[in-house]
């Protein structure tokens, strides 16, 4: 479904964006299914180890900032991640042999931080460092509200070192350093409902602060090919289900 045009730029630059990836109703029914499961703004219905809170709380302290899992704890998530549309998308940038990695879904709320530049490969134990990210929109993205931001071609430069601490509330995490980000060449990723981004594990990407009244909602997943194998230890090695291909020599 991807033209070729697509895809170069995918290669060179690191990311696309397909306008309308869902359509109308299947936006509305993803937000159904997530506030079905919700109360307030907190996913009762969710393991709530799985929950990251959001650190710039309401008074009422429900405001969730990140889901993990979704798709396997909801058949709605679940089944679009498998779905021909997304697998034929994927298959374009990936290849033929698709793995499914693992999948968040990002609730920027009101007040939500900043998440700073940074790379997925930094957080993911995966060799080749080719994980690929589909990230949809549930709400119009714009610059207020805390799109992406990403600096073009930098998933050809290798992964950077993630040396800077960075604090979400109570808990650590980790940053490329400021002095290691040329801000000359990057670019926002403006969304509308519906649309689909999808960006390399290697590229060095962002996102704002959302400054509106209003939630910035996105549903992540991440799908690797299924040469690539987990490089974390033995015993943690998870099983990363075959959703279109075959499985490769030495992989997991």
């Keep these: 479904m991807l033209s070729t045009e697509q895809v170069d730029h995918y290669n060179t630059e690191g990311y696309i964006v397909v306008p309308d990836f869902l359509s109308t109703e299947q936006v509305t029914a993803f937000i159904d299914g997530m506030d079905t499961a919700s109360a307030g703004n907190t996913l009762a219905e969710h393991d709530a180890a799985r929950m990251e809170m959001e650190p ?16 396997s704890e909801y058949e709605l998530f679940g089944a679009f991640s498998r779905s021909q549309k997304m697998l034929d998308a994927v298959e374009a940038l990936l290849g033929p042999d698709i793995k499914f990695f693992n999948d968040q879904l990002f609730i920027k709320g009101p007040g939500g931080i900043e998440k700073t530049y940074h790379q997925d ?6 060799e080749p460092m080719a994980i690929l990210t589909a990230w949809v929109a549930l709400d119009d993205v714009t610059l207020k509200n ?13 992964l950077k070192e993630h040396s800077d601490k960075w604090m979400v509330g109570d808990r650590q995490d980790q940053k490329v350093p400021d002095t290691a980000i040329d801000r000359g060449r ?11 981004s999808f960006h390399h594990s290697l590229l060095l990407h ?15 997943t991440h799908y690797m090919g299924a040469h690539s194998r987990s490089t974390g ?4 090695q998870p099983d990363y289900p075959l959703l279109r291909g075959q499985q490769q020599a030495n992989s997991v």
């Design 206 to 220: 962002r996102s704002g602060a959302n400054y509106t009244a209003t939630r910035r909602r996105g549903l992540a």
């Design 233 to 236: 230890e033995p015993k943690e």
């Design 121 to 126: 490969s930094a957080y993911f134990p995966i």
């Design 186 to 196: 990057e670019q926002p990723i403006l969304l509308k409902a519906g649309d689909c």
């Design 146 to 158: 805390g799109c992406l931001w990403v600096v073009p071609g930098s998933h050809l430069e290798g």
């Design 56 to 71: 710039n709380q309401p008074a009422d302290g429900t405001q969730v900032r990140r889901l993990y899992e979704p798709c």
